[in-house]
C-alpha cells in the first residue's frame, strides 16, 4: 500500500497566510476532499481531482478520502484555517478508529495552518494574549447543555473565549441565548468581537461591549472572541480601538 | 511620523511553517527586536539590524520597539509561534496602552502564525478536534492560585488543555503540581501528549497517561496538550498512537 494522506490547512482564506508546507502538500496530492469552498481556493493542476462535498458531511468525506488512499491514492483532505481546531483531523482520525485495521497503518499527516481566532485577534490587536478557550457553538453534534456549562465555566476561570460555529442557518437561536449566558456571568463593558474573513478582501471586524453584543452581528464566516475582565479598550483616534488581555493578572482565585 | 511596527509570528521553527506574508513583514522591516533564538532564525540583509533581549524583558523591549518606530524606524518585534498567543503582540499593547499618547496612532500590525499547540496537536492526530482552552503555566505574571483553579475548572468544563511555558529553571516545581490538579480532577487514562519542537529536526513527541504524566519529561521548549476524558488513543504498529478528541460529545452538563 504506497497511498498517502494529508490533512491541510488553508489558513484564513488570504494566500500570504498559507505556509509553504501546506502549498508542497498540495502539489504532492492527487485527489482532493474538501467542502467546496476551501477547494475552490486551490489552483489545481489538469491531473489533480476535486472530490468536493458539503458542510456536515465530515464523516463520510474522511471516508472516502481514506477508501481512496488504501487503494494507492495520493490524497489531500482540505480544511479552513487548522485542520485540528473543529475541522477536518478529528474526523479523519474519528474515521480510521471506526475503519478496517488496514487503515491505521495508512501514511497519514496533519499539516497545520493559522486558525481563524489566531487571524482575528491579530486584526484586532492582542485579545488572546492570556489564558483562554475555543469553543464550537454547534450543537449539532454536543448537548446544548454542555455548551452552557462550558461558557458558564469559562466565565469562572476567567478565560478569554473563542467561538467557532456561531451561528447557521439550521442554528439560528443558540448564539443569542450564548449571549445571555455570558451577560448572567460577566459584566456588560466585556469586549466582543466579531471577526468575519480576517485576511481576505472581505473582512469585517467590529467590537462592541457584551451588553450590545447580538447575533446579528454574526454570520457561519465570523469568528467570535469575548474577552475576560481583565482585557482592555485602547480608543484610537480615527481606527478601530485596540483590544488585548494583559499577560499578566492580578485576580485572586 | 513615518514609522511602521509589525508584530511577526515566526511558526513553530520549522521554515516551511512561516507564511509569505511573515517573510514578505521581516523582508520590509529595517530594525528586528526579539529573544535572541527567534532574532536567529531570520536570514538577514546587510542593512537589517538585531536588538536582541533575554526572555523575560518583553515589555521594555516592547517599548523600546515603540520608541524607535515614534522616530521614525520601520520595525518587526519578533515570536516564534503565533505573537498573540503568550507572546510579544500582549506586550506591545500594553506598552502603547501606557505609553506616550502619541503611541497609539503608530502604523501597528499583527501577522499571525502557527502556534505551538497547533504544531503538537497535528503531530499527534487531532487532540485539539473539541473544545479546548490554552493556559500559560508560568506564575511569574499571575498568582498560581489561579493557575490551579484555572486547571480544576477546565477539568470540570471537559476542556482538552494546552499548556504553554510548562517549566523553566526559575520555575520547577509548578507543573508537578499542576499534573497533582490535574489527576485529582480527571482519570488517570486521560492521554497526555508531550510535544518538544514540533516540525524541527529535533522534534521529539511523546504521549503517556496523566498517571504517569511527570515533570522530567518536559523542559522550556515542549508545549503539553492534556486530552480530556473523551479524547480516544489510536494504536499503530511500529508508530506512536495517534490521539484524537472526537468531533462529538454526548456528556450532559
Redesign the interface.
Known amino acids: 500500500m504506497s497511498g498517502r494522506l494529508t490533512v491541510v490547512g488553508l489558513?484564513?482564506g488570504?494566500?500570504?497566510?498559507?505556509?509553504?508546507?501546506a502549498l508542497?502538500a498540495v502539489r504532492e496530492a492527487e485527489d482532493f476532499f474538501g467542502y467546496i469552498p476551501y477547494l475552490d481556493r486551490l489552483s489545481l493542476q489538469p491531473h489533480q481531482r476535486r472530490h468536493a462535498s458539503d458542510n456536515r458531511e465530515?464523516l463520510s468525506r474522511a471516508e472516502a478520502a481514506l477508501t481512496l488512499v488504501a487503494a494507492g491514492g495520493k490524497v489531500c483532505v482540505v480544511s479552513g484555517g487548522?485542520?485540528?481546531?473543529?475541522?477536518m483531523?478529528?474526523?479523519?482520525?474519528?474515521a480510521?478508529?471506526n475503519g478496517p485495521p488496514a487503515w491505521?497503518?495508512i501514511d497519514?499527516?496533519?499539516?497545520?495552518?493559522?486558525?481563524a481566532m489566531?487571524?482575528v485577534?491579530?486584526?484586532a490587536?492582542?485579545?488572546?494574549?492570556?489564558?483562554?478557550?475555543?469553543?464550537?457553538l454547534s450543537d449539532n453534534?454536543?448537548?446544548w447543555?454542555?455548551i452552557?456549562?462550558?461558557l458558564a465555566?469559562?466565565a469562572?476561570?476567567?478565560?478569554v473565549m473563542a467561538f467557532y460555529n456561531p451561528i447557521s442557518k439550521a442554528r439560528p437561536h443558540q448564539l443569542a441565548t450564548a449571549f445571555d449566558v455570558l451577560r448572567a456571568h460577566l459584566p456588560g463593558s466585556v469586549p466582543v468581537i466579531f471577526g468575519r474573513a480576517a485576511g481576505r478582501a472581505d473582512e469585517r471586524m467590529r467590537v462592541v461591549p457584551l451588553s450590545e453584543a447580538s447575533s446579528d452581528m454574526a454570520d457561519m464566516a465570523t469568528c467570535i472572541i469575548v474577552g475576560s475582565v481583565e482585557t482592555?479598550l485602547?480608543?484610537?483616534?480615527g481606527q478601530q480601538p485596540?483590544v488585548?488581555?494583559?499577560?499578566?493578572?492580578?485576580?485572586?482565585?
Open positions: 489558513g484564513p488570504n494566500l500570504a497566510q498559507i505556509t509553504p508546507e508542497d465530515e487548522d485542520p485540528g481546531v473543529f475541522a483531523a478529528a474526523a479523519v482520525c474519528e480510521i478508529e491505521r497503518e497519514f499527516r496533519v499539516v497545520p495552518g493559522v486558525t489566531l487571524a485577534a491579530a486584526k490587536g492582542a485579545p488572546l494574549g492570556h489564558d483562554f478557550c475555543a469553543i464550537s453534534l454536543k448537548p447543555s454542555l452552557e456549562k462550558r465555566l469559562a469562572e476561570a476567567g478565560f482592555r485602547i480608543e484610537r483616534e485596540m488585548y488581555s494583559p499577560r499578566s493578572s492580578k485576580r485572586e482565585s
